[in-house]
């Protein structure tokens, strides 16, 4: 038996990958795994919106703590987010797995597992991929959406005056992440607030609606933490912007656990994976944004500001500089 | 300074990554590096050829023996291979790229540089990437490209009586690997040997001028050995195949080398990495195939037959089977 082939055959089965016209989008796989390439047929009018993502053993999950369902998930989830963060519809994605032997078995199904269930709830179709053997496992994966040409939500494009909005409530992955730093996350009654790290939500029908309505001037996710990516897009748009503190929707914090020094603000304006949308609004529009879409909160945090400073402004309307605090792989 | 930024700034610097038509294809990069996702218009008619593929430390190279370049160099063209294997014009490519710390000087710099080589060479424009941190160099690729709907060249179209076509010589990768694996690699009249190795030459003209004149019937292109990739393209397409072993254009290898058991019928075989095109052709269209297409000789090496089997014919035209002892990651 040809071992390279028949993981890919498992993957195959595990995760829906039948070239076909997905229920959602326009776009067409002509052809699937096992050839050289994909063939996608791409209608007129639409972009393809791409992107990839990197999900590597102990820096992005460690494999004795994350269960495997939750790296399929979360791997594909993330990539998936940044489709999402353009205001686009995910349609196909590409897998790179590099694996040792020893996670070929029960491992990689519970993998393929939850890869599979995020593939499902975000409709997306394994177009193809590569598998290499080595001794962590690591994991690639590049998305392809769809958009109408002209559409696209960038980082750039925010303006002096824009409101600021997040969706949902932020830091509660950094929650789950501290819990697991302090050796907390194997008590029962913790173990929910660790879902948000492990599955995140991905805000893929948000990112649409604002995209579709012209709503919005600039979007990006939130991956790195509301520090760091509200300071890339302002540099992108070569603005400033005012986070007013009391307006952040930050996570939930369990006395027990803020009595142990968890900060709900700190996890909300420096944690990462959070997935929530940032995105700027001219005022004209801000009425048409509601509170809530499909049940996920819309909250205004700050405004876009001329200048380059990003600062954080307290209760008693003082401002500090808000520093990018979140995450950065190669901080010096 | 923030670390991640930085590094890709000098990645943007260093490789061609300017939104725009890129010369020689139609679609347009509306949106490159800096942002969520890339955005791609590709015009009416086209398909997108997309592939994915890893090279990792210590599988794909050892940092210690391949010049930083080539690692470069060899990374992107391998992927890039898969594109031409369809037939299809490369265009834009994702990096993903995970590195320690202490790669991220000079070792970097060699490695952009031969990135940059060949990109320029392919015409191919970084569209969008992604940087992790971690103690092996892990890099992942995504290539899109474009091809005339309906044109591409895929593994399963090979009929019985079709003639097998190779380009190039066969095991000048193998060549190259053996010397290092021996540790002859360093001796310097053996050098040259080497290059096939560290630069592979890709056949994007080659796959054009098949798919875009409709000679090809099937497509492959060599990464994991003849007998391997023989054997995928006859699975593919429900055919067994017969090689005429004195018809294969193995290797030269210099009768120093012969004399320590270098074979260059067993490294044209199975050796991988020589990305020379494996296609067939059916028997009426045999004679437009030329001898040579822009230097590159076009050699029939055997043909498609009935039933399975892929087996080799020896001068006495007697054939043993053929089996596929190329590149397998997870053979058992």
Same mark, same amino acid.
């Given at each position: 038996?040809?071992? #390279?082939?028949?993981? %890919?055959?498992? %993957?195959?089965?595990?995760?829906?990958?039948? $070239?076909?016209?997905?229920?959602? /989008?326009?776009?067409?796989?002509?052809?699937?795994? =096992? +050839?050289?390439?994909?063939?996608?047929? $791409?209608?007129? &009018?639409? +972009?393809?919106?791409?992107?990839?993502?990197?999900?590597? #053993?102990?820096?992005?999950?460690? $494999?004795?703590?994350?269960?495997? +369902? /939750?790296? =399929?998930?979360?791997?594909?989830?993330?990539?998936? /987010?940044d489709i999402a963060a353009m205001g686009g519809v995910p349609c196909f994605f590409l897998l790179t797995l590099a694996l040792p032997a020893r996670r070929t078995g029960q491992w990689l199904d519970g993998f393929l597992a939850g890869m599979s269930r995020a593939a499902r709830e975000y409709r997306l179709v394994l177009a193809g991929g590569d598998t290499s053997c080595q001794p962590a496992v690591a994991i690639s994966i590049t998305v392809i959406g769809e958009i109408t040409r002209g559409a696209a939500l960038t980082r750039?494009?925010?303006? $002096? &005056?824009?409101? %600021?909005?997040? /969706?949902?409530?932020? =830091?509660?992955?950094?929650?789950?992440?501290?819990?697991?730093?302090r050796g907390l996350h194997r008590r029962k009654s913790w173990k929910p607030l660790l879902h948000p790290h492990c599955y995140p939500a991905i805000?893929?029908?948000?990112?649409?609606?604002?995209?579709?309505r012209h709503l919005a001037s600039a979007m990006i996710d939130l991956s790195d933490g509301l520090s760091t990516d509200l300071t890339r897009l302002c540099s992108s748009s070569g603005t400033g912007a005012r986070i007013w503190q009391d307006r952040i929707p930050a996570v939930g914090v369990p006395p027990l656990l803020r009595a142990r020094g968890f900060d709900p603000l700190a996890f909300a304006l420096h944690g990462g994976d959070d997935y929530e949308l940032l995105f700027t609004v001219p005022r004209r529009l801000a009425k048409k944004i509601p509170a809530r879409h499909l049940g996920v909160p819309l909250t205004p945090i700050g405004e876009i500001t001329r200048g380059r400073k990003v600062s954080l402004a307290g209760k008693d309307g003082r401002a500090v500089p808000l520093h990018p605090l979140g995450w950065d792989h190669f901080r010096g």
């Amino acid at each position: 038996m040809n071992g #390279e082939q028949s993981l %890919i055959d498992r %993957i195959r089965r595990a995760i829906p990958s039948r $070239p076909r016209r997905t229920i959602r /989008s326009a776009s067409r796989l002509r052809l699937g795994i =096992g +050839d050289d390439a994909a063939l996608i047929s $791409p209608p007129r &009018g639409l +972009d393809s919106v791409v992107t990839c993502d990197a999900f590597l #053993e102990n820096i992005h999950f460690l $494999p004795d703590v994350h269960p495997p +369902d /939750s790296v =399929g998930y979360k791997s594909l989830a993330r990539a998936t /987010s940044d489709i999402a963060a353009m205001g686009g519809v995910p349609c196909f994605f590409l897998l790179t797995l590099a694996l040792p032997a020893r996670r070929t078995g029960q491992w990689l199904d519970g993998f393929l597992a939850g890869m599979s269930r995020a593939a499902r709830e975000y409709r997306l179709v394994l177009a193809g991929g590569d598998t290499s053997c080595q001794p962590a496992v690591a994991i690639s994966i590049t998305v392809i959406g769809e958009i109408t040409r002209g559409a696209a939500l960038t980082r750039c494009g925010a303006r $002096p &005056g824009d409101l %600021i909005y997040v /969706s949902g409530a932020l =830091g509660a992955a950094q929650l789950g992440l501290q819990l697991i730093r302090r050796g907390l996350h194997r008590r029962k009654s913790w173990k929910p607030l660790l879902h948000p790290h492990c599955y995140p939500a991905i805000r893929i029908a948000l990112g649409r609606f604002l995209a579709a309505r012209h709503l919005a001037s600039a979007m990006i996710d939130l991956s790195d933490g509301l520090s760091t990516d509200l300071t890339r897009l302002c540099s992108s748009s070569g603005t400033g912007a005012r986070i007013w503190q009391d307006r952040i929707p930050a996570v939930g914090v369990p006395p027990l656990l803020r009595a142990r020094g968890f900060d709900p603000l700190a996890f909300a304006l420096h944690g990462g994976d959070d997935y929530e949308l940032l995105f700027t609004v001219p005022r004209r529009l801000a009425k048409k944004i509601p509170a809530r879409h499909l049940g996920v909160p819309l909250t205004p945090i700050g405004e876009i500001t001329r200048g380059r400073k990003v600062s954080l402004a307290g209760k008693d309307g003082r401002a500090v500089p808000l520093h990018p605090l979140g995450w950065d792989h190669f901080r010096g």
